[in-house]
């Protein structure tokens, strides 16, 4: 039962966020319906992850007790460089003010906490099959995006923007898959976060 609802919910979390921000589109100004519905996603997350691990279970994968090889190290900070190099970091730093940095930093704290948990830990600690415990909740990881991109889609297109957290996913499910923890990979998933400098998206007019 545990492992159809698990497989189930890589389908259901994406269409029912879905559904909640196009609600919340339809009622608020976009900035706070992209707003209310991050706030939304991240309680799913929270009392999906309790209700699979409990806190002991959530203490336990996020416990790192070796250190990654060379390849787990390029799965960790490949996704760091390219959000680094890439993204709109270096155009966004004339923008950093300590209330940016602050916002930014706690925003990508919860958001990357909540979904390092759920998406990487649950499933890797619920399957031992690469494909249930890694694959299949990275494409749910990727698909849940279109959510908060059709209230304010991004700029070079959704399919990207999708596409790009898919190849998040994989990275740090392989990671947590092989380390058995999300220790690791919640780092190198606050840094990605971080890199946008997220508080700019609400802030600025």
């Given amino acids: 039962m545990r492992i159809k609802i698990l497989l189930t919910l890589v389908v259901l979390v994406p269409i029912v966020m879905y559904a909640l921000f196009q609600t ?18 991240w309680v799913v997350l929270l009392v999906m992850s309790l209700a699979f691990l ?16 060379a390849l787990l190290w390029v799965l960790l900070v490949v996704p760091v460089v390219l959000a680094f190099g890439f993204g709109p970091f270096v155009k966004r730093i004339p923008l950093l003010t300590p ?12 958001n990357a906490s909540l979904e390092e948990i759920f998406w990487r830990g649950v499933y890797v600690d619920s399957f031992s099959s690469p494909w249930t415990a890694y694959l299949c909740p ?11 991109l059709s209230v304010i889609p991004y700029k ?8 790009s957290a898919f190849f998040l996913g994989l990275c740090w499910g392989f990671v947590a898959f092989k380390m058995k923890s999300i220790g690791w990979t919640l780092a190198s998933h606050v840094l990605v976060d971080f890199s946008g400098f997220g508080a700019l998206f609400y802030l600025s007019k």
């Fill in 24 to 41: 919340y589109r339809h009622f608020f100004a976009p900035k706070f319906a992209h707003l209310l519905g991050m706030v939304s996603y």
């Fill in 54 to 69: 409990g806190r002991t279970g959530i203490v336990r994968v996020l416990n790192s007790r070796t250190a990654p090889d």
């Fill in 99 to 110: 209330t940016v940095f602050l916002l930014s930093a706690v925003l990508a704290l919860v």
């Fill in 138 to 148: 990275a494409i749910g990881f990727a698909i849940w995006h279109f959510a908060p």
């Fill in 156 to 163: 070079k297109g959704a399919v990207l923007f999708v596409l």
